[in-house]
């Protein structure tokens, strides 16, 4: 079902090239400096649980499009907050909903990321329709009861030499440390993401300062101290194998505010009300903080901005966080990042890397950034553009300008596990694509386009992410 | 003159499979349910007057063309508004001048549907050039005198299965009475265009409301009339065949005002000077009222934001309205929908159309929105973007999110009667190109792009419209 | 190294149209109507100094990516200002380096112009590495010195029919007048670029006043003097072969104030401290202004804005302007042009050139724009995208909508002079093969898409330039 040359280009002079050079990347091991899959997994190694509750409950990507379609989530076995409970769905018959609704799928990287993992992974043979959803979910669900197909063993399977994981400033890390108090060899980090004690507008804010108080032993009604706490639990990440940082704010906004502004700031957003502006301006100059952090630890800072997080009210307060409805918006980068790359714009040991939603900043703001600034990098296509056209476009809006070699490599970004080596995959074809139609085109040698394939596959992200 | 192979992609392998694609789909019926045809014609059925007036003198695309190389209206037989009587060109001449400057639309779509009018509907085995010009004249001339000619003729040589017009509130829809009580069964069904009566910067809005007060019986100075009269009119329209209205507002603002924050804004626009910023705030108040209609009385709504209409005010003042000067600006969509996503987005009975004119919506804000909301769907590419190139963009910046199902087929969204079919197979053409595309990278299954290819060019636009 | 077919599409059907439209196009004489190089060398004509002053040090494309990956500029020879005397590198050192981070340009322009360079001028068969660096540098070093490498006699080579420069208002143009006053034939014009007394903002902007009074006799703490000034240097630019003038203004913005709000303005800017929105309201009177001049005088307008200048402060602080560090912004064309519009939009006398760094304004603004009023016309991709698919994008995103008659060809806009011909030649070949896939899609007939290849190459640039 998976064609050999599938997401190569279609002209027969460059798909040769392609070809080449996508078989000197497609072995390479996988290394997933950012994601979102669940440490327990790998800590635990117990069978997931059904093919329902592993490949379309948790996966946003695909029960928005099937939620768009008039399908309700309460359909789909997901409960409104506080009714978890309550709700009985069959998983069969949701396995089944999806399949009935697969050809929604079609022209989606949901649809290449799925075949890829039911005739890799679960070697089906046919595709899945409504005729053949009983068997899909009967063979999956059998083999997801074995050996095979534990956690550890697929994640050796899928030949991953390193998976980081993003966890909350707050978690404790008992997967991580299970994991490596283990004789597994698996690498998985964490990596730091401050977001629910940085952002003032973030569910339970105070409380988590109140618990991150009394983690570290800190009283967070300080400023000073709260900075405190924060290294505290960097190190503590550190210790567990973190190299990044990661920050989702809705805006790339910075501030360098002076220290008695910044207190006043802590102390009106940590005990009181605030307006929006005042949230944003916490924010702002707690990413400048975590560079200075950064600037001493080490840390590589990730910034993800530009998400309406939690756009559709109705589902947010039924269901709560992540539920297919956090939609892009217009991104700034060029004056929002001003004040930070004003103080540390020269560092040659801070390293920034930039993500965005917003593709029109592709070529005018982050290439000519990246192309400029010692410590920005450009991060791959994220989210609703980590797909083919996606991975095309970034790569023909930002080479010319950026080059290369300010850019990180490939992120998955993803809950979904299963889906990690079909995103990889999907990236070199891509990156392979790409190149191959340069050399094609005799805008670079195919000799040169062999090293950059492999920088791109390998290289770049170890040493972006200081792996 | 016409290839059998133009608009599709020209890598052997890819044409191949577009020419099998385009080949299922080519013949299937036109619906056309966005546009501005004149019911008149269908209504009346007269021969259609000279090439000029036919072809040139309305098509703001051809003219707007013409003025930016210098040639004034008046040449081209357009009069300044109060002066019809006044001016007095050749139409022949007009025609030699359009001849004579062929060449500025090489590139343009104008240029490849003029083409496929001249040889398709008129047989006309040369190009247009200063020395075609006279014989095109007078064998167009000719032949729209003849009864294979007049429009209900050609309506019916076009294979149209429906075609949907735009009329103001207080049109009467005459022509459309005198279609329903014909023999001939063409299908022309009207579309309900409120702008006149919701925008208080439309010209003449507070004449248009005591007109839409005598229409309907209603006291229009009161608010709840003001709403009842145009529930009056909607159904009227409704009766006449409307399955759709269609909201040309500047920006895609909704708000949710209470009725008394309504109430008192609607009394301000309708009687006294107001803001730029109170007429935007009841344009978007009236499209979140034209929603709550919707839920009631069924009608799909279209919202077409993003243009700044009557760009050039010297133009304007003399030549008044739709003369070529209307010029998009950048549109935001996420936060401007929100109140009316927060009151209707997951209702199953609603069904909104978005479309822009600012591309860079597509893949972060359009795709993401239609692939989540139950209520919205992505229209085709719009004005300047239904075009080869503009038409690719659209499929390539949306699919991979919002996936086909949450688009609705093409519009033609054209005043110029003859150049239905050739946009219509445009659109075919391109699509099956960008389809075959992702066969020939094995992204898609060939007897699924047969699927999607008749979805797109037929199913798609009578389910989105309720055809 | 530099192969026939470079930069052509691979699509074989594609690229043999292609080959033979640029095979019609690739000799005509390069016309260079705006750009940076240094009238000295044409006047004076002696040797150029060594390929690391000649290749690398001014040329910020270069400087900046080696900068961000954190090689400084002190070790490039680039010195603090205020600090030339001090700083010795030794050119051949820098070389080194260069040649050893030659990789960092893969997939820019850069390294195509600067393969073109190696290959074609100065006749290197191997490709630049650090084994070679040291025998390109010798073998360049000496070329320089020979009499077929003067000035000149490359201005010839090049086969350039005429080359324009860009000077400040207060420029003596004595080189030009060096040119003017010798037997040589070559043709190298100025161009009139008054930011420095038009933009409150630039640095000595005061001074600059005086000294323009100074040079003209004016007394320009006298608003109507100063445009008196303005009118004197314009005359005398152009006496020495300008036919434009230059903007490079931070946004679009025009305004049409009355004479007395622009004295009180102008006495406010000129002689006291001023916001940043007053010298925004300054600079947009000024365009307006020189409009109006430029209806009288026949100079064409270029208006260039969206570069946040100087983005990185202490590079900036240390270094000065043009150190790489300009990064674009969002730019709206649509509102700020409208008052010069609403103005002058409908001379015939009057010419306006646009540019972007935004591309998001290509397809939704500036072809809207140029494909409507008479006095706008649609500059060439710009500074970072002015590369093979920065070229495509502009080409693929407003020929549809601008034509191709309301384009004007293409400007090098480069301090490089030795990359003219490579510029130029990329120009074409990215042409010719966006003209060669309009006729392999059948889109555009090819006898057609000939003409069109000689105009970009040749005569748009021209007659938008009235050469």
């Known amino acids: 079902m998976l064609h050999p040359d599938r997401l190569l280009p279609s002209d027969p002079t460059t798909r040769d090239i392609a070809r080449n050079l996508y078989s000197r990347v497609k072995n390479l091991p996988i290394i997933s400096p950012h994601g979102h899959t669940d440490p327990a997994w790998f800590a635990d190694n117990q069978p997931f649980g059904n093919p329902t509750e592993l490949l379309i409950t948790p996966d946003h990507y695909i029960f928005r499009m099937l939620y768009s379609q008039g399908i309700s989530l309460e359909q789909l076995g997901i409960s409104p907050v506080g009714k978890e409970a309550g709700v009985s769905v069959d998983p069969k018959e949701v396995w089944r909903i999806f399949a009935s609704n697969y050809h929604l799928f079609r022209g989606t990287p949901s649809r290449l990321w799925l075949d890829h993992v039911f005739a890799e992974i679960f070697d089906m043979p046919d595709l899945l329709t409504t005729d053949t959803a009983n068997d899909y979910y009967d063979n999956i669900d059998a083999l997801l009861q074995t050996q095979d197909f534990l956690p550890r063993s697929l994640f050796e399977r899928f030949n991953i030499e390193l998976l980081a994981t993003t966890e909350s400033p707050l978690d404790d890390l008992k997967h991580h440390d299970v994991i490596l108090d283990s004789d597994w060899q698996g690498r998985v980090v964490t990596t730091f993401r401050p977001d629910p004690v940085l952002d003032p507008q973030f569910e339970g804010f105070k409380a988590n300062l109140s618990i991150l108080g009394s983690i570290t032993g800190k009283d967070t009604t300080s400023y000073s101290q709260y900075l405190e706490a924060l290294r505290d639990r960097r190190a503590f990440f550190k210790a567990h194998g973190a190299t990044a940082t990661d920050h989702g704010h809705p805006t790339a906004c910075t501030v360098n505010l002076s220290l008695s502004e910044s207190e006043a700031l802590f102390n009106k957003v940590s005990t009181s009300d605030f307006s929006a502006a005042e949230a944003e301006l916490f924010r702002a100059q707690m990413l400048t903080e975590m560079a200075t952090m950064s600037l001493d630890d080490g840390l590589v800072m990730q910034i993800h901005p530009g998400s309406h997080r939690n756009h559709n009210s109705h589902l947010f307060e039924t269901f709560g966080r992540d539920k297919g409805a956090d939609i892009p918006i217009q991104t700034e980068y060029v004056r929002a990042l001003k004040p930070l790359l004003d103080r540390y714009g020269n560092e040659p040991n801070l390293s920034i890397i930039l993500f965005t939603l917003d593709e029109t900043a592709y070529s005018r703001e982050l290439a000519p950034l990246a192309g400029h600034y010692p410590i920005l990098k450009l991060g791959p296509a994220w989210w609703f553009h980590d797909s083919p056209e996606g991975m095309r476009r970034i790569r023909e809006q930002t080479i010319e300008t950026a080059g290369f070699y ?62």
Chains 1, 2, 3 share one sequence.
């Open 406 to 467: 300010n850019t990180v490599g490939f992120n998955d970004d993803t809950r979904a596990f299963l889906s990690i080596p079909s995103r990889h995959d999907m990236s070199r074809r891509i990156d392979c694509g790409f190149l191959a139609r340069l050399v094609a085109e005799h805008r670079m040698d195919e000799k040169e386009a062999f090293e950059v394939a492999e920088m791109l596959a390998y290289d770049l992200v170890k040493q972006a992410y200081k792996l």
